[in-house]
């Protein structure tokens, strides 16, 4: 242990406590990786603080010591935002999970960041509210961890992200400072920090209480399932929607590789021989609802739909859900390993998009399964593979990083929800020119002047890429030896 | 003229010709204030650019020359946000006024920064679409004020603020960099400079190219005018309305002395004698709107409404809005002078706000106006009073103030959508800890580390506001000598 670390480990103890304070392999271990668990690295010293006081206590601590810290939420984060540093402390924030305040006239909620997205529309049920934000990981998932990465979900289409819905946050700086950022209304005086906060990957410092703004349940729901010939069928009954004016509250495709992991996993209903199936949910007004819902079905049929399922009852509603968000999970039982990629692309340009998938899984002699948010083009691709051959597993990481290139080619985005981490900052320059890196990393500078809050993380160095980052190199982490590879 | 300025001149002039540089006396004048008349300077020189290389000219030679510059979009600001520095450049974009490019399919426009907010809507009209945030001044003030400040109106109830709607700014920076900030995407990776961008009240660079969230024309629009015996009655059928889950696009409330000031201005068949009016707009699916319009009816007469006009058509619904959007210039009718507040509450104590701000205002001896965004708690009081009387104009001004603290004190905000500026710097610390705006001025400089771009502005400091800056100090520039009190 370096001496650093060893003195650092004694301070911490004094103030965490044994309980407080993680010092053994095997339970080090434990917090190894994030959800992208193809990379993982043994952090020195695990910190679980339970209050802001010890959470500014360590990282003052580490400041002194000049230790890297990696804060992590529920870790279920599939960009390796949260891998952590081997020299560092990893500061898991689980056991803050206090409900501070709900104000439910103001439609508003503070909460510590170890709450699951799950746990605060629980929480605010009872005066007819709930939270928007929905990653499909939610009943595990922290709301730490969403600010971290401005998470996103199936209902982000009419509801936005993350961001949309965060009022305010309490954030430990790298130095140890605590400041309030953003404020009780929407539009705060002064730069939106706040926003800038929102999705920084945990690389400005920790969040330690959240404010979120919350909605009102909608009068009604109305859910159904429609089947097509193929994904590119379904892109236009997709577009078609849109194109009317129809904001649906969710619009999801999967594809048929993804509707037989997710029916095998989940007993759903869905049929096993569609080409694609889209799951399309209308919330509001009960007379908005039924209205919109002729347009839709009519739209579905015009485009070629094969057959419409509606969701007869809010458990009928409960299963198809069950069924979608199954996906990623659901995929172990067709291939034993994936990437999950995540991209955006233009959605009037889906079709297309698929369509060069196809072609490229093809080229790679890979199964590609597509289960994603088709109203607001935010793909994930899962590309199947099996990690006991090392060359095919090459192979599907190759594919997946093309993938993600192939999106922002087209207009988009290198990554719609899951976040930059470890296993993209690479890539960043595909989307950024230098100067754009370069203002990015001066605000970073402004919160964390000596970079110690979750380095090598978003953002490309010459040290992890190389002087020419790209899109198709090894992880970074694995060249520089510092990680295992699973 | 001091040496760097008369260096600059000769500079620029070779870089924008005679047309794109004003150097008189009268011409510069021209350019004293923006919306809040009453400060003035006189800018050392006027630079008019046509593109985005003649600004990166005129800033990259501000630079070498050590000379501040303020960017000006249409002047319309009612926080001196483009009050010009005596000895610095003021950059007014309204000759950059080019629509760059519709992506009707995408609901996205492309423009310029010159371009008014009007103009936005009316290009995208025939494709049924338009762009949401609608200042009162949305005829003449420009996108890129838009940006810089911001910017609300009245339908931001449920459509969001300007920041909610630009995916993608170009922006100069004070060293004269050109970089894209946001992109094609609401969720784009890296860190949300857009959003720290949106709102910086010109103080972190020169926007010269923005991309815009479109929006499709709602089905339907239903607008009613509802009296009341008093704002607080008023006050009451607000909440009722958002309790009950209705979400209009604008809810907006004048007091009777608003009432008397727009009728007299706009003829919009205000009732003269009405204690409060209230403009409720629903939008959306006609059913949606039909149904809740029902809602709206009988929540307003439960809650002591006196009469309830429905508009009949388009046109009489533009003459009502016409009438609420001309309030602020049709206050002259009422008073030779008034001072517009604009601070944020918490909309369920809205009646209580109301009081104290009538309480208030007979203890100071003036009359308050008040015509305000009711839905979001957005505050606009008018504190009427008369120039021609220094120790009037002094009371007046100390109200105006002491009503902006009252919306901190209420849990509320210092501004809701008008900026800071030149006008509330002072007052920053009533909202934000040392720590707060340490880190705000530590993101400012990441930006612009010689603080040449809009200094004096958004953010206390102790040479403008003393020691110990508050709410209640006379305007920092005027005791600094460098402006012209009106």
Not at 27 to 43: A, F, K, N
Not at 140 to 163: M, Q, R
Not at 360 to 369: D, I
Not at 397 to 423: K, M, P, Y
């Amino acid at each position: 242990m370096p001496m650093a670390i060893e003195d650092l480990r004694q301070e911490l103890t004094g103030l965490l406590g044994d309980r407080g304070l993680l010092t053994e392999w095997t339970q080090r271990r434990t917090y190894e990786s994030d959800g992208l668990t193809g990379y993982r690295i043994v952090p020195a010293l695990v910190a679980l603080p339970e209050d802001v006081q010890q959470v500014v206590g360590v990282v003052r601590a580490c400041a002194r010591h000049g230790v890297p810290l990696v804060p992590r939420g529920a870790g279920t984060g599939l960009s390796g935002g949260a891998l952590p540093h081997a020299d560092g402390v990893l500061i898991a924030l689980s056991r803050m999970r206090r409900i501070v305040e709900v104000d439910a006239a103001n439609q508003r909620i503070t909460v510590e960041p170890g709450v699951t997205n799950a746990q605060v529309s629980r929480a605010v049920a009872e005066h007819d509210l709930y939270y928007a934000p929905d990653p499909s990981s939610q009943v595990v998932c922290s709301i730490g961890g969403n600010v971290a990465e401005n998470s996103g979900g199936a209902h982000c289409l009419k509801y936005g992200f993350t961001t949309h819905h965060v009022l305010a946050c309490e954030v430990v700086l790298p130095d140890g400072e605590v400041v309030e950022l953003g404020g009780p209304t929407l539009d705060a005086p002064g730069y939106d920090l706040r926003g800038v906060f929102v999705g920084s990957e945990g690389t400005l410092g920790i969040v330690t209480k959240v404010s979120l703004r919350l909605l009102r349940r909608p009068d009604a729901v109305r859910t159904l399932v429609a089947d097509f010939p193929s994904p590119s069928a379904a892109g236009d009954a997709v577009s078609a929607n849109i194109a009317a004016g129809i904001v649906p509250a969710a619009v999801e495709m999967m594809d048929n590789l993804a509707i037989q992991a997710c029916e095998a996993d989940a007993h759903a209903g869905f049929t096993l021989d569609a080409g694609a199936a889209l799951i399309v949910e209308l919330d509001g007004p009960a007379a908005e609802c039924d209205a919109a819902f002729a347009d839709v079905t009519r739209l579905c049929n015009e485009n070629g739909a094969t057959s419409i399922r509606i969701a007869g009852d809010a458990s009928d509603r409960d299963l198809i859900w069950k069924g979608r968000k199954a996906a990623f999970a659901a995929m172990g039982r067709l291939s034993p390993d994936y990437f999950v990629q995540d991209g955006v692309i233009p959605r009037t340009r889906l079709g297309e998009c698929l369509a060069r998938i196809d072609e490229m899984a093809v080229e790679a002699g890979l199964r590609v399964a597509n289960v994603f948010h088709a109203g607001d083009g935010n793909l994930h691709p899962l590309v199947l593979y099996t990690a006991a051959d090392p060359e095919q597993a090459e192979r599907a990481e190759t594919l997946s990083r093309q993938i993600a290139e192939l999106c922002v080619s087209f207009g988009g985005s290198l990554s719609g929800e899951h976040g930059i981490g470890a296993d993209k900052a690479c890539s960043m320059p595909t989307m950024f020119t230098a100067d754009d890196l370069a203002v990015m990393d001066r605000v970073r500078a402004a919160f964390d002047p000596h970079g110690r809050c979750n380095p090598d993380k978003v953002f490309p160095t010459p040290r992890l890429c190389g002087e020419r980052p790209g899109p198709y190199r090894p992880h970074p982490l694995e060249s520089a030896g510092v990680i295992e590879r699973m």
